[in-house]
């Protein structure tokens, strides 16, 4: 009997709560800040394309769903906070989930679509910024280019908010906390080491409380045991997907994937995939690419997208997202990545 192997589930929950903790958070906010000074536009209009292009990027190191929250916390105070319209408001959220799906993939340990099924197929780091991360960031960078430019007149007059004294947590702190980043990331493959790095974590954010929010624990446990399930559940599948999958065109399963990510979820869809036997790099590439490209088209097509939903809704009327005026706006920056990963 064939003995299921939790290692990437526990891993994604350990890189979510350590990613997302303060420290990391106010020190990705700054680069982004510093970044936006050098921008040759206006204030406003930098930063959003700061937020749109560099934190979704930002997320192959910290994982999506930390960029996410960061990306989502950052344009609610400056942008959604201020008199802004409706038409910027779901452009501006469309483009954040595409790019937040695709800009993950410059590693192989942040997005949960690709971490599921990295190690079955041997893909490293440079495998995926050869072959997914340089295509995805030409995008992203299209992407927030676009955005920023439909809206240039109405983000010039924005004003951003002062950085407040709050974000006041030590160098070394912040320092300590890259490191065990550093560490969790490179013993991915060892539980027994990246768990303890955890403890030792816990046990540094316990004795500096006051320079932490509150840990991710709960929302990195939701999606790690929603990963667990597909690692328990998953494997009773192959039967039916090997002759479903195995003789499918690599077009048809890009553009397929791309389409049922949107009602499903994109991890879920490579890890069913990645049960198939026998497929080729051909079938793979268009997999995971179709997969990560439809994850910004609806709130559960992404995993981190709920957390950009509930960030953002209260900005909206009625407290409420239209799904149909998500997928709308969410299409252009979608058929970008499309051209960006067949093409490129």
């Not at 920023?148 to 004294?165: M, V």
């Not at 990510?261 to 995971?288: C, K, M, P, Q, W």
Request: hydrophobic residues 55%; charged residues 10%.
């Amino acid at each position: 009997m064939k003995v299921s192997n939790y290692t990437e589930p526990a891993f994604v929950f350990v890189i979510m709560v350590v990613a997302a903790s303060r420290p990391i958070l106010q020190l990705c906010a700054g680069v982004c800040r510093a970044l936006a000074r050098y921008v040759p536009v206006a204030d406003g209009l930098a930063f959003y394309f700061v937020c749109l292009s560099v934190v979704p990027l930002l997320g192959s190191f910290i994982t999506e769903p930390a960029a996410m929250t960061l990306a989502a916390l950052m344009l609610r105070d400056n942008i959604y906070s201020q008199r802004i319209s409706h038409g910027l408001k779901y452009v501006t959220l469309g483009t954040l989930f595409v790019n937040v799906s695709i800009g993950g993939t410059l590693t192989h340990f942040a997005a949960p679509p690709v971490l599921m099924v990295a190690a079955r197929w041997d893909w490293d780091l440079w495998y995926m910024f050869g072959h997914f991360g340089s295509k995805a960031a030409v995008a992203v960078i299209i992407n927030a280019a676009v955005a920023a430019w439909l809206f240039r007149r109405e983000l010039q007059g924005l004003g951003l908010r002062p950085e407040t004294g709050r974000c006041t947590v030590p160098t070394a702190l912040i320092a300590v906390h890259v490191g065990f980043l550093a560490g969790i990331v490179y013993f991915a493959h060892h539980p027994e080491v990246f768990i303890g790095l955890f403890l030792l974590f816990l046990g540094v954010a316990e004795g500096y409380r006051h320079h932490h929010d509150r840990l991710m624990l709960r929302e990195g446990l939701l999606v790690a045991f929603f990963l667990a399930g597909l690692v328990t559940l998953g494997a009773q599948q192959q039967w039916w997907l090997q002759d479903l999958l195995a003789g499918m065109d690599a077009d048809v399963l890009f553009y397929g994937a791309a389409l049922l990510t949107a009602i499903t979820d994109n991890a879920a869809l490579t890890y069913l995939g990645s049960l198939v036997e026998g497929t080729d790099t051909a079938f793979r590439h268009a997999l995971v690419a179709g997969a990560v490209t439809g994850g910004g088209l609806t709130v559960i097509a992404n995993a981190p997208n709920p957390a950009g939903f509930a960030i953002l809704r209260g900005h909206f009327d009625q407290e409420a997202i239209n799904p149909l005026g998500l997928l709308v706006t969410a299409l252009p920056p979608t058929l970008v990545a499309v051209l960006a990963f067949r093409l490129l």
